[in-house]
C-alpha cells in the first residue's frame, strides 16, 4: 500500500458542486501539504498544516478549503468548483522531527475535470 | 520569500549524452534545495537535496547537482542520459523565513532520443 493516498484518483465533477478530495497517510508524518499542478506552472501550495491544530494559507487558497481530522488525514474541499478548477491535485507530507530540511512525500494525485 | 526558476520547460536529448537542467532560486537566508522527478501518471519522488554541507550533492540514478551560492543556481546533471530519465523534474526551495513551506519551479519536461 502506498504511504500517501490520495481518493478519488479521477473525478468529473459540474461547475457549481462541492467536492472533497481526501488524504490518508501512514508515514506518521506531522506536516501535510495540498498541491495544484497545472502545465507550466509547476506545483503551487494551496494549504499546509504543520500540526493537527495548525491550518496555514498558500499562495492559492481562494476557492478552498481544508480540514485536517487526525493527523493522518488531510482533506481538501472546493466550495462550488469552477473550470479553472480543473488540475491535478497533490497531498504531500513532511516530518519535522527530520529537521526542516526533510523532503516531502507525495501521493499519486488526483485528476479533476470541472465541466 | 523564496522562489525558483527553471531555465527551459522542456529539454532534448540524445540516449547517452549530458543531461543538463538549470534551476536558480532566491532567498534572503540560506536555502535547502531539492530535486524532484514526476513520470507519467505519478505523484513526485526526490531525486537529490542540499542542506548544508558539501555543494555537490548526489542523488539517485547517477544524477547530482552543485549547489553555487554566488550564482544562486543549483543545476541537475547527469553525464549519460538513459531513456527512463524522461520525465519532468522540478526543483524546489525552502527556507525557515517561508516557514519552512516548499516551493516549486514550473517544471521540466526531459525527452531523451534514441
Known amino acids: 500500500d502506498a504511504d500517501v493516498t490520495q481518493t478519488p484518483r479521477n473525478r468529473i465533477t459540474k461547475t457549481g458542486k462541492r467536492i472533497m478530495l481526501e488524504c490518508s497517510q501512514t508515514?506518521?508524518?506531522?506536516?501535510m501539504y495540498w498541491y495544484r499542478q497545472d502545465p507550466g506552472l509547476g506545483l503551487r501550495l494551496i494549504y499546509y498544516?504543520?500540526?493537527?491544530?495548525?491550518?496555514n494559507k498558500g499562495e492559492i487558497s481562494d476557492g478552498y478549503s481544508v480540514s485536517r481530522q487526525a493527523q493522518a488525514k488531510f482533506s481538501l474541499s472546493l466550495e462550488s468548483a469552477i473550470p479553472n478548477q480543473t488540475a491535478l491535485y497533490f497531498c504531500?507530507?513532511?516530518?519535522?522531527?527530520?529537521?526542516?530540511?526533510?523532503?516531502?512525500?507525495f501521493g499519486q494525485g488526483t485528476r479533476l475535470t470541472v465541466v | 520569500a523564496q522562489s525558483v526558476t527553471q531555465l527551459g520547460s522542456h529539454v532534448s536529448v540524445s540516449e547517452g549524452a549530458l543531461v543538463l537542467l538549470r534551476c536558480n532560486y532566491s532567498?534572503?537566508?540560506?536555502?535547502?534545495l531539492f530535486w524532484y522527478v514526476q513520470y507519467p501518471n505519478q505523484g513526485l519522488q526526490l531525486l537529490l537535496k542540499?542542506?548544508?554541507?558539501?555543494?555537490l550533492v548526489k542523488g539517485i540514478n547517477g544524477f547530482e547537482a552543485e549547489f553555487k551560492k554566488s550564482e544562486t543556481s543549483f543545476h541537475l546533471t547527469k553525464p549519460s542520459a538513459h531513456m527512463s530519465d524522461a520525465a519532468e523534474y522540478f526543483c524546489?526551495?525552502?527556507?525557515?523565513?517561508?516557514?519552512?513551506?516548499?516551493?516549486f519551479g514550473a517544471g521540466t519536461r526531459l525527452f531523451v532520443k534514441a
Open positions: 508515514k506518521g508524518h506531522d506536516r
Open positions: 504531500a507530507t513532511s516530518d519535522s522531527g527530520k529537521g526542516m530540511n526533510t523532503e516531502a512525500f
Open positions: 542540499y542542506t548544508t554541507g558539501a555543494t
Open positions: 532567498s534572503s537566508v540560506p536555502p535547502y
Open positions: 498544516s504543520f500540526d493537527v491544530k495548525d491550518i
Open positions: 524546489a526551495v525552502s527556507a525557515h523565513t517561508g516557514g519552512f513551506k516548499t516551493i
